[in-house]
Every structure is written in C-alpha cells, then in structure tokens.
C-alpha cells in the first residue's frame, strides 16, 4: 500500500512534458500515471547532502518526486569529490544545500527543492520532518542517526536507513508504524565513543555510498508507489570486495524505550549526551571513564611558537601519515603504541593526535595508566589543524 493517500491526489496531474520526460515509468504496470502522480505529490527530506545523500537526491529528482528536502550545513570539500557526485570542483568552500539545490534543478526542474541549511538537532527535528512524508538518513554520526529515527517513529514516518564504511554498507527500512523495528532494537545502545571510526579515519571506497544511496532512494520509490517489499523488517549488507549481499531478519524488541507498546521516550532527547556514554553514578559497580587531558590546536601553536619543549606523537596509520602530517611530529601507530613506550621522555610536554581525536584520546589514557604525567590529547587532531592553523595541510 501506498504511503500516499488518495486524499493527496486531488488535483495533481502530469503535463505533456512530464509524460515525456516519464514515459519509461508510464509503461510500468507497477508505476503507470497514478503511480507517476503519487510520485509527483510525495515529499522526501533527505538528512545528509553527501556521500549517501548525493546519489539518493540525483535519483529521487530524476524520479520526479514533487518536494524533495535536504538538510546538511556543511560546505563543499575536495575530500567530498571523491563520493558525492552532486558537487564539482567549482564548488569547493560553497554551502552543500545551494550547490546541491543547483544540481537537482538541473536535472529536474519541474520538481520543487526545500534546502535546510542547518543541522538536524533535537530543536529542529520535530519541525523539519513534519511535511514530509518519508526520510531518507544519509548521515554519518551516531547522534543524528538515533535523533532521526526517533522523530520518524514520533510522527510515524519510514526512516531509510544506510551507513558505509570502507568497503562495506548496509541499509534498511525503519518503519514500526508499518510494523516493522527502529533503528533502536537493532542498535539500542550506541558504541563507546572512538571504538567506530568515521570514513574521515577509516577511509571509505568512493563507489559504495553510491550503490547503498541508490538502494535507499529505491525503497523511498517503493513505499510511494506501494510496490514490491520493503526492507522494513530485514537489513541488508553489502561487501564490495566479494560483491555480495546478506540478508538479516530484524525484530521489533518488545523493550524498546521508543517503539515499544510502553515507550519511556516521548520527545527528543540530549543526543551528544547519549552517544558520548553513561556518566559514572556512585551505585554502579563501575565508572565511565574518565575524560584524558586536551589541549587545543591553537594553544599547540602558541607552545610551538614559544619553543617549549614538547613531543608530538601521531598516532594515525602510516598511510594517513602520508596524506598529511603537522612538522615535527613522529609517527607512533596506536597498535604499536605499548611496544614504544620506553622510547618516549618521562620529562617535558606529550600531545598525542590522531585525525580528529579519538584514536589519540585512548592513546592519551594509556599513556596515563602507564605513568607519564604531562600527556595531552590534541582536541580535533589533524583535522582541526588543517583548518584553524595550517591550510596547507591537506583534509582528507
């Protein structure tokens, strides 16, 4: 069934072009015109502009969607080139939702393009979502992917859902109102802080979000349409070097804080909070852990500039190492990290770095439990770096 009523078809016909221009779908039996004006009269807010956004937002266009919504303040980079086709090389440094905006409306004018240049957070959800009638996530972070799927399941909205990571993706439909689960009962807790690297650390094949965003905008096509079935209820992998797909049964879980038939959660909650961990509470038998010493970039650059004595220690993969590097620094591998520790001075000034902190965060504490004193985390790593200090470092 059709996630568009019969109510919203009033009044919305095809004009001459836009039988030609469809002509390939009108002779669907699956799709034809009534399913060309559900298309017409839909409404799909993509959360994310980038790698998985891209590819989706191209095809919802070329669809003929009615009303296609993007959410993402970030502006163009050239690290972005690589994946998100929606941008050129003329467009580095520019707003992702005007470029993008630009893009769609090339390739379909009659549809009308809803940007908003901001980031989904829990003020803004609510009201970003209201008009749309399914939400294609194409972000890359814990915190919006949790946000995202509980303003879906709040206004009852089908979440697509799709992550990528290095050669790898996976993607699903999140609907509990169409009774399937939420993004919750198949991940209920996030991971710890640093334990998934983004594509920035890990490194992602340029390709898959491709691939993993088209399946998404396939489904959003599906549930329009009313065709075929769904990957509400089932989670698909895909592995790009052995080019195979799995298949995974999902179940609602009957605890759920969200979707279950006794929820605890109403509205949208403090998501950093939630995706940075638990606090430490005096009556469990054990505590979070405590946050290492940091040290901002710019604070690195006043010392160096002073000439304190200080060691910098990268603690990124020797491939990173490569791409960028800060002068100065010596290259340790977190993974080898332990087997060089007598190697590093017991007096002066430690700051780790990694490429946006997490990796060199751990590294910190174990230097920390392994008795070194004046150890610092460099907040934001390399990454923050390159953008508040040295442009010439490249981003990657």
Same mark, same amino acid.
């Given at each position: 069934?059709?996630?568009?009523?019969?109510?919203?078809?009033?009044?919305?016909?095809?004009?001459?072009?836009?039988?030609?221009? +469809?002509?390939?779908?009108?002779?669907?039996?699956?799709?034809?015109?009534?399913?060309?004006?559900?298309?017409?009269?839909?409404?799909?807010?993509? /959360?994310?502009?980038?790698?998985?956004?891209?590819?989706?937002?191209?095809?919802?266009?070329?669809?003929? /969607?009615?009303?296609?919504?993007?959410?993402?303040?970030?502006?163009? %980079?050239?690290?972005?080139?690589?994946?998100?086709?929606?941008?050129?090389?003329?467009?580095?440094?520019?707003?992702?939702?005007?470029?993008?905006?630009?893009?769609?409306?090339?390739?379909?004018?009659?549809?009308?393009?809803?940007?908003?240049?901001?980031?989904?957070?829990?003020?803004?959800?609510?009201?970003?979502?209201?008009?749309?009638?399914?939400?294609? %996530?194409?972000?890359?972070?814990?915190?919006?992917?949790?946000?995202?799927? %509980?303003?879906?399941?709040?206004?009852?909205?089908?979440?697509?859902?799709?992550?990528?990571?290095?050669?790898?993706?996976?993607?699903?439909?999140?609907?509990?109102?169409?009774?399937?689960?939420?993004?919750?009962?198949?991940?209920?807790?996030?991971?710890?802080?640093?334990?998934?690297?983004?594509?920035?650390?890990?490194?992602?094949?340029?390709?898959?979000?491709?691939?993993?965003?088209? /399946?998404?905008?396939?489904?959003?096509?599906?549930?329009?349409?009313?065709?075929?079935?769904?990957?509400?209820?089932?989670?698909?992998?895909?592995?790009?070097?052995?080019?195979?797909?799995?298949?995974?049964?999902?179940?609602?879980?009957?605890?759920?804080?969200?979707?279950?038939?006794?929820?605890?959660?109403?509205?949208?909650?403090? +998501?950093?909070?939630?995706?940075?961990?638990?606090?430490?509470?005096?009556?469990?038998?054990?505590?979070?852990?405590?946050?290492?010493?940091?040290?901002?970039?710019?604070?690195?650059?006043?010392?160096?500039?002073?000439?304190?004595?200080?060691?910098?220690?990268?603690?990124?993969?020797?491939?990173?190492?490569?791409?960028?590097?800060?002068?100065?620094?010596?290259? /340790?591998?977190?993974?080898?990290?332990?087997?060089?520790?007598?190697?590093?001075?017991?007096?002066?000034?430690?700051?780790?770095?990694?490429?946006?902190?997490?990796?060199?965060?751990?590294?910190?504490?174990?230097?920390?439990?392994?008795?070194?004193?004046?150890?610092?985390?460099?907040?934001?790593?390399?990454?923050?770096?390159?953008?508040?200090?040295?442009?010439?470092?490249?981003?990657?």
């Amino acid at each position: 069934m059709s996630i568009i009523s019969e109510e919203r078809l009033a009044g919305i016909a095809l004009s001459r072009e836009e039988l030609a221009r +469809y002509s390939r779908h009108l002779i669907l039996p699956e799709v034809n015109i009534d399913g060309q004006r559900r298309l017409k009269a839909a409404r799909a807010l993509c /959360i994310g502009a980038g790698g998985l956004g891209s590819p989706a937002a191209l095809y919802l266009a070329a669809a003929g /969607i009615g009303t296609l919504g993007l959410v993402d303040a970030d502006r163009v %980079d050239a690290s972005n080139l690589q994946r998100q086709i929606l941008y050129g090389t003329g467009d580095v440094g520019k707003p992702k939702v005007e470029q993008a905006s630009s893009r769609l409306r090339d390739s379909n004018p009659d549809i009308e393009i809803v940007r908003h240049d901001a980031r989904l957070t829990s003020a803004n959800a609510t009201e970003i979502v209201a008009p749309y009638d399914v939400v294609i %996530d194409g972000s890359d972070n814990f915190p919006t992917r949790y946000l995202s799927n %509980d303003v879906c399941v709040f206004a009852r909205k089908p979440n697509i859902y799709g992550s990528v990571f290095r050669f790898e993706g996976q993607a699903s439909v999140f609907a509990p109102h169409l009774g399937g689960p939420c993004y919750r009962c198949l991940f209920p807790e996030p991971p710890p802080p640093g334990a998934a690297p983004s594509c920035a650390e890990a490194g992602v094949l340029g390709v898959l979000p491709g691939i993993i965003g088209l /399946i998404q905008a396939t489904e959003a096509l599906k549930l329009i349409l009313g065709a075929g079935e769904t990957l509400a209820g089932r989670l698909l992998h895909f592995d790009a070097l052995k080019m195979k797909f799995r298949e995974f049964n999902l179940r609602r879980d009957p605890a759920c804080p969200v979707c279950s038939d006794a929820p605890s959660i109403f509205a949208p909650i403090d +998501y950093e909070q939630f995706c940075a961990g638990p606090a430490a509470d005096d009556d469990d038998w054990f505590a979070a852990p405590e946050s290492v010493p940091a040290i901002s970039v710019r604070e690195l650059k006043s010392r160096l500039d002073n000439k304190e004595t200080l060691t910098l220690i990268d603690v990124r993969e020797p491939y990173e190492y490569e791409i960028a590097r800060i002068d100065g620094s010596r290259l /340790i591998p977190l993974g080898e990290l332990e087997t060089h520790v007598s190697e590093l001075p017991r007096t002066g000034t430690l700051v780790l770095h990694c490429h946006s902190g997490g990796r060199s965060e751990h590294a910190t504490r174990l230097l920390h439990e392994a008795g070194f004193e004046n150890v610092y985390n460099l907040e934001g790593g390399i990454d923050a770096w390159s953008v508040e200090i040295d442009p010439a470092v490249p981003r990657y």
